[in-house]
């Protein structure tokens, strides 16, 4: 397959162009001698997804600022190389956090970037916000920017007058009598000057608080920062005018995702959210929408074809193993693609999709399609309910009401036992199904008609229902409730548990919360990864299972903690299944090798992968790239590589519908032998 080009960029004097090979290496053409050159090699990147990579072209064309990697690949820093190929990237920020995005600012005085330096971090790991900073190559540049307002003001009025001076002097010297008019020269672009002693101590944050930042753009003089920022619901534009350290919301947008660009001549930001362009006045604030229209005639087909071939190359380049498994991708290229005339819309062409990557036998892949549906699709929703299905009569007997829904009000008079006869005045005789009548009711109120046989009383209730993601959160909540409740039992108070929902930030501080809140005086602990869909947790999940005793804290004799005091530092079972995929395959794998404590239950499927979910030019289709898998001391891939528990007990479906669950029955028995 030939090399792939992308993000290509002018050099200033329009003579060369840059761009990216194979989406990692760094390469210039000279557009005259067609002569090619390399500036930056692959082994200096990594690209997760198209258009994560960054590089600018100096204003004097002689430097390249680049976001590279450095052993670190996914902490990128800031570099700078020069553009006649001959020198190696000089690693401007030399940090263990992350720095990206570089920009030249002030005409290549500096250069400005976002860092993680002081942001908010994940629990699950990663920052969470970030800062901008800039770096200065010149110590005059430096003192230039960390002038105050006042001193600022003395200088530019200095500066204003000379210049307007020697526009006098070139006045009156044109005013002359001369022979021959002289042409006039355009003065040469100066070199850029890089005093590289001192240099890093030449760093300024710029921002005055950490945020979730989407863009950012400096005016040439060097005095206001504009960027998009999500400090609330959104992203929005604000502004710090950065020698009197004043920060303010410039245009509030609310935007889910947002860029923007100052042009040239300084005059106009120009603010794209959320597929809208807005021109801003940099100085006033005054902002107007930019019209933007124009019609497409979509060839649905040939559409279909393109990403057909652009999904099957995505996978020849950029799959975890170069040989795919074995597979023959060239064969299967043309077995499916004899399909494509007969598709005619994107389901039937993500389920063909599907069928081809599946050949792979790899995990985190598929093609999804996605119903683009308005504000009338259906949305079933909830009452928070369990049924009595034996229940013969009209209406519907309420079982359970569940904890935390619609009906668990304090003000609500509804209990298990009550009958609902109507919904909104529609009788529930058995001849219409009760969801029907809370299809887009979600939030709204919904008038019930209720009957309690034993008082032989009727009522009405005005409730809101739930969507039945709601519900299935209240339902998770149960169940985890009844785990703990059984863990108790089973264990005469002396185990506690708690489950992790998914390997992220959210369960990390529900872990920490709950095993040293409600467990803290516990004697061992049952961690279960059940029904667990993967994220980004293993390593941090594991050091908190892994902590070792090392001091206990005694002021005047009185034992009031110990350390580490973050770590949970007794003994633990992981409890893992069937349904364990991706990062909580590899949690359980960590735990194991680190030889923190046992695993219990079935093997999980080896499916420690992470992925790109590229969506493609047609936004209701999105297809997976399986890119990068994680290698356990031995030498074996997590990927394809079944995880067998220490202790191996299945769960029986006729035992579990009676209301016990013989992994936690096993876990608790394997603890109380300590």
């Known amino acids: 397959t030939p090399a792939e080009e992308f993000q290509p960029a002018f050099s200033p004097d329009g003579k060369e162009v840059a761009y990216l090979e194979n989406r990692v290496v760094l390469k210039v053409v000279d ?11 692959a082994e200096c990147n990594y690209s997760y997804s198209d258009g994560d990579q960054n590089y600018r072209w100096s204003p004097d064309g002689k430097w390249f600022l680049v976001q590279f990697g450095y052993v670190r690949l996914f902490t990128p820093q800031v570099g700078l190389v020069s553009s006649d190929g001959k020198g190696k990237v000089i690693n401007l920020t030399q940090s263990g956090f992350g720095n990206f995005d570089p920009r030249w600012g002030m005409d290549g005085a500096m250069t400005y970037f976002g860092c993680t330096r002081e942001g ?20 005059e540049a430096f003192d230039r920017f960390r002038l105050s307002k006042v001193d600022y003001d003395l200088v530019k009025e200095q500066e204003d007058k000379a210049k307007e001076e020697k526009d006098k002097a070139d006045q009156a010297a044109a005013k002359e009598p001369k022979g021959k008019p002289a042409v006039k020269k355009e003065e040469p672009k100066k070199d850029l000057m890089i005093e590289f002693e001192g240099l890093s101590d030449r760093k300024a944050r710029l921002t005055i608080a950490s945020a979730d930042i989407a863009d950012m753009a400096l005016t040439k003089a060097g005095d206001k920062l504009f960027y998009l920022a999500r400090f609330e619901k959104g992203y929005d534009l604000w502004v710090n005018e950065l020698r009197t350290k004043e920060t303010k919301l410039f245009l509030k947008l609310g935007a889910s995702n947002a860029g923007m660009e100052l042009s040239a001549d300084g005059k106009a930001l120009f ?5 809208k362009v807005t021109k801003v006045d940099p100085e006033s604030g005054k902002s107007e929408p930019v019209a933007i229209g124009g019609e497409m005639a ?30 023959d991708w060239n064969y299967y290229y043309g077995v499916y693609r004899k399909f494509l005339p007969y598709i005619n819309n994107n389901y039937d062409f993500s389920e063909m999709m599907s069928e081809l990557l599946g050949e792979l036998n790899g995990s985190h892949t598929g093609c999804r399609f996605y119903h683009q549906s308005g504000p009338s699709a259906d949305a079933t929703a909830s009452l928070g309910i369990f049924v009595d299905y034996d229940h013969a009569g009209p209406g519907l007997k309420v079982a359970e009401v569940l904890s935390g829904g619609p009906l668990d009000k304090a003000s609500l008079k509804v209990r298990a036992g009550h009958v609902i006869e109507k919904i909104d005045g529609q009788a529930l005789d058995g001849t219409v199904d009760h969801y029907k009548l809370l299809n887009r009711k979600a939030g709204q109120l919904t008038l019930l008609s209720v009957f309690d046989p034993g008082t032989q009383k009727r009522w009405e209730e005005a409730v809101k229902p739930i969507s039945l993601g709601q519900e299935n959160g209240l339902l998770y909540r149960r169940w985890v409730k009844a785990r703990r409740a059984e863990v108790d039992r089973l264990s005469g108070g002396r185990i506690a548990y708690v489950h992790v929902q998914s390997m992220g930030d959210p369960s990390m501080r529900t872990v920490v919360e709950e095993v040293l809140g409600l467990g803290v005086d516990k004697e061992a602990l049952i961690v279960d990864t059940r029904f667990n869909g993967g994220g980004s947790l293993h390593d941090q999940l594991s050091d908190f299972l892994a902590g070792k005793k090392v001091f206990d804290i005694v002021p005047r004799g009185q034992l009031v903690g110990y350390e580490p005091d973050d770590k949970w530092i007794k003994p633990s079972i992981v409890l893992m299944g069937e349904c364990n995929y991706s990062d909580a395959h590899l949690f359980p794998v960590e735990y194991k090798i680190r030889g923190i404590g046992k695993t219990l239950g079935m093997p999980v499927p080896g499916t420690g992968t992470f992925v790109w979910w590229e969506e493609q030019i047609d936004p209701g289709l999105v297809f997976g790239i399986p890119q990068g898998g994680w290698r356990t001391p031995d030498g074996k891939l997590c990927e394809n590589n079944q995880l067998e528990p220490d202790i191996k007990v299945k769960n029986d479906p006729d035992v579990m519908s009676a209301g016990r669950d013989q992994q936690i029955e096993a876990a608790v028995k394997e603890l109380l032998k300590k």
Do not use: C, N
């Not at 002569?35 to 090699?41: A, E, G, K, S, Y």
């Not at 908010?120 to 110590?139: E, H, K, N, P, W």
């Not at 603010?271 to 597929?275: C, E, H, L, Q, T």
């Open 31 to 41: 557009l005259a001698t067609k002569q090619t050159r390399t500036i930056l090699p």
């Open 120 to 139: 908010a971090v994940s629990l699950a790991g990663g920052a969470m916000t970030q800062d901008i900073y800039g770096l200065f190559f010149t110590r």
């Open 271 to 275: 603010v794209a959210a959320d597929g």
């Open 298 to 327: 979509l060839d649905g087909a040939a559409e279909r074809a393109y990403m057909f071939d652009h999904m099957w190359r995505q996978i020849q380049q950029k799959f975890l193993v170069a040989d795919l498994f074995g597979a």
